[in-house]
């Protein structure tokens, strides 16, 4: 049976995208069929850390939802992006880059039906293994949709006010939705904190498992979205927390 995985965030820049990229990776390198799909139709953006351009862009989840194409023919395999070390397969599924496309978005919106039949097509026509949702910050239809359907949600945060506050939101919501598995992960930690703290802190605020704390890491910044970190860096702390996480999202 396959999995259904949500990565959100209330807030935009946090570090969701990169987490999707790495955990989808992670997963994929053990062999699985990963589908990652980018629901962040109004500024998308997942698309540049698996190196796949607008060129290349046969179609894109815009052209689903208004019906212009099946959803597995907005599939793009990009396994070939990762390396000889990944073992099985990732099919992203990205938004329009197109500015055109994301104002059609923004002023005309579109059938949030349409994306439960789409990611139930995903799994069944590729095959999949894991289907990993990169959702829109903050909670609308279409994020709300995401969470109840998903068997595991990560919710990424970092150490700062507005996130915890917006993040206790999230956190509600997806109780009354009766998600099976919700893990927080606390990312861009300040090298001058202590994990263990941050972590025991996180748990107590918000009575949920933290998954992962990512430290503030120079190497993912150089990087600058490039690539997927896991890739470039596998003996890194980093990666190592970015495992673990992935494992439990998968049990």
């Not at 949702?133 to 006010?161: F, K, M």
Request: aromatic share 6%.
């Amino acid at each position: 049976m396959a999995k259904i995985i949500s990565v959100h965030s209330f807030r935009g820049g946090t570090g969701k995208s990169n987490t999707t990229a790495n955990v989808t990776t992670i997963l994929a390198s053990e062999g699985r069929r990963v589908g990652v799909i980018d629901t962040d139709i109004q500024s998308p953006g997942i698309h540049v850390l698996f190196g796949l351009n607008e060129e290349a862009m046969r179609y894109s989840l815009n052209d689903y939802l208004w019906g212009k194409c099946e959803i597995a023919q907005a599939a793009h395999d990009v396994t070939s992006q990762l390396g000889p070390a990944v073992k099985g397969k990732v099919f992203l599924i990205p938004s329009s880059i197109k500015a055109g496309e994301i104002a059609r978005v923004l002023r005309e919106g579109y059938d949030v039906g349409l994306l439960n039949d789409g990611f139930h097509q995903l799994i069944q026509s590729l095959k999949l293994d894991v289907l990993m949702i990169d959702t829109h910050p903050g909670l609308n239809e279409e994020t709300l949709l995401s969470i109840a359907v998903s068997d595991a949600l990560a919710i990424i945060l970092r150490p700062d006010q507005q996130d915890y506050q917006g993040t206790g939101v999230t956190v509600e919501v997806a109780r009354k939705l009766e998600v099976p598995r919700l893990v927080l992960v606390v990312n861009k930690v300040p090298p001058t904190f202590n994990a263990t703290e941050v972590k025991a802190r996180v748990q107590q605020t918000y009575n949920a498992e933290v998954g992962a704390v990512l430290m503030h890491s120079d190497e993912m910044m150089a990087l600058a979205s490039a690539g997927v970190f896991v890739q470039h860096y596998p003996d890194h702390p980093m990666t190592a927390e970015l495992r673990r996480l992935a494992a439990r999202l998968v049990e």
